[in-house]
């Protein structure tokens, strides 16, 4: 029959080595490669490996791989017996000499790749939005943002298309409300969000648009208004549905003068102008309009865009 007392004698052969209580200390407080670690203990690397696989057999240590290097850390999670000895064989050895040394050496060693990326950047700085988007792309802090929604709120996304932004919004909404007249672009919208149980579709018109009064918390106009041919009782609409205190917000074209827009993809508006948005905001009792002209994104091919904000 195995013993109880199996697993704390086994836990405390692993731990009576002077290198391995060693390598655990350092593990603990970061996570390290092999090569750091030996630059720390000043031990060969060989020896190092041999107790590293040794503690990473008895679920000591935890490591993952990064290219050619293998990282090491302690295991996040101990089990009960093995974390209560760890705490006391830490107690007796993290106040001698050589772990204060090790220490020390460990905070240089880590400073290394803190200097790396310090001295990247101050090199590069006048680089780094080409190399963001050319890594990340254009879209990498859109979903951080939509994390700034309240989780209780409603929102509607008003000409959804094929659901791109209703994609990025439903995580972080409590429902989305999707309204467009396209049955074509709702279909690959229904596709882009089977997955999501709390956003609706409805096929309908942003002039009589097909949801209750005071049912939403944020209403969004994403490149739809040019297709409006009465932006006035869009707005209208957009006032009735929301909640008092509830947010409308827009992007759309600056004004421009690509007339061909309105043959090639039935534009009705060719951008607008602050003063005409401003007008029909006002009339459908809109307040504190911020308006930003937005960046020119130089992958764009379109004219410039901007975003606004505003209260109901
Ligand atoms: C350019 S797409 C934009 C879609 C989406 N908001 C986006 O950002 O990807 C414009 C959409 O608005 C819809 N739309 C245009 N006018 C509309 C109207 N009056 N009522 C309802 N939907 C409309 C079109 O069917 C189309 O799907």
Known sequence: MVQATDGVLHHLSTLADETRARLLLLLERSEMTVSELCQVVQIPQS??????????????????SEGTSRHYRLAPSLDPTAKRLWE?????????????????????????????S???FSSQAGRWDHLRREL??????????????????????????TGQLTRLLAPYASRVVAVDRSPE????????????????????????????????????????????????RAFAEAHRILRPGGRLLIVDMQQHDRAAFREDMGHVWLGFSPDELGGWLEAADFRSPVRDALPADPEAEGPLLFS????R
């Open 136 to 161: 990340f792309g254009a879209r990498a802090e859109l979903q951080l943002l939509a994390g700034l929604l309240d989780p209780e709120e409603v929102v509607a996304d008003l000409g959804c298309g």
């Open 88 to 116: 006391a064989v830490k107690d007796e050895v993290s106040d001698g000499a050589m772990a204060r040394e090790d220490r020390i050496r460990a905070e240089s060693v880590l400073e290394v790749r803190a200097q790396r």
């Open 118 to 120: 310090e001295t990247f």
């Open 185 to 232: 672009m709702l279909d690959l919208a229904r596709q882009r969000l089977r997955e999501y149980s709390n956003v609706e579709l409805h096929q309908g018109e942003l002039e009589t648009l097909p949801l209750e009064a005071q049912s939403v918390d944020v209403a969004i106009f994403a490149l739809v208004l040019h297709y409006v041919v009465n932006p006035g």
């Open 308 to 311: 606004l904000r505003a209260f």
């Open 47 to 64: 020896t190092v490996s041999r107790h590293l696989g040794v503690l990473s057999q008895e679920g000591w240590v935890t490591a993952r």
